[in-house]
T-cell receptor
Framework: GNSVTQMEGPVTLSEEAFLTINCTYT??????LFWYVQYPGEGLQLLLK?????DKGSNKGFEATYRKETTSFHLEKGSVQVSDSAVYFC??????????FGSGTQLTVLP | GAVVSQHPSRVICKSGTSVKIECRSL??????MFWYRQFPKQSLMLMAT?????????EQGVEKDKFLINHASLTLSTLTVTSAHPEDSSFYIC??????????????FGPGTRLTVL
């Protein structure tokens, strides 16, 4: 079946540091890939997505590139802010149209 | 656009009672809605998929008689936790999609409902 393996947290960074959260996946066919963000006390929000190999999703300074050869979709941001503190979930959607989530990575950005 | 609401946001109930959680798509018609359960510091686990006007499809290990799902209209799905027990305490999240709205078939999530069973 489909699965998503996500870098375990928590991750603590200083403001303006570079962020990478690793995500790899296992799936049959050609899944779509997503990053969702969950701010404290709120529901999940779609951060970015990519629907085919070599696509780059981007939003709010975050980027992730769909790498089929390495089955990866790592999340990156060049300069994090305190307001980026949240839990980040990598997810895929396969042929069954259901989302499979990674375990989530807690990010804390210190001023 | 693409707003999904849930009500209530928090509920506390006594063991043995039933609790109903509503999920609404506010500005689009949701042909399919999903219900997830999230344990503290863990990922979301899909409980069931509901299509408007038909019976929900439950994931393996989810008791359909305990977690009743109704998707009676294109903008409303309800999850009823029957005879709730403390182990049912969790964060319940719904999501909705409308393929006619977004060709990439994105799911839009509600803010979640925190259920505490005493």
């Amino acid at each position: 079946g489909n699965s998503v393996t996500q870098m375990e947290g928590p991750v603590t960074l200083s403001e303006e540091a570079f962020l990478t959260i690793n995500c790899t996946y296992t799936a049959t066919g050609y899944p779509s890939l997503f990053w969702y963000v969950q701010y404290p006390g709120e529901g999940l929000q779609l951060l970015l997505k990519a629907t085919k190999a070599d696509d780059k999703g981007s939003n709010k300074g975050f980027e992730a590139t769909y790498r089929k050869e390495t089955t990866s979709f790592h999340l990156e941001k060049g300069s994090v802010q305190v307001s980026d503190s949240a839990v980040y979930f990598c997810a895929l959607r396969g042929s069954a149209r259901q989302l499979t989530f990674g375990s989530g990575t807690q990010l804390t950005v210190l001023p | 656009g693409a707003v999904v609401s849930q009500h209530p946001s928090r509920v506390i109930c006594k063991s043995g009672t039933s609790v109903k959680i509503e999920c609404r798509s506010l500005d689009f018609q949701a042909t399919t809605m999903f219900w997830y359960r999230q344990f503290p510091k863990q990922s979301l686990m899909l409980m069931a998929t509901s299509n408007e006007g038909s019976k929900a499809t439950y994931e393996q290990g989810v008791e359909k008689d305990k977690f009743l799902i109704n998707h009676a209209s294109l903008t409303l799905s309800t999850l009823t936790v029957t005879s709730a027990h403390p182990e049912d305490s969790s964060f319940y999240i719904c999501s909705a999609r409308d393929p006619g709205r977004d060709v990439t078939d994105t799911q839009y999530f509600g803010p979640g409902t925190r259920l505490t069973v005493l």
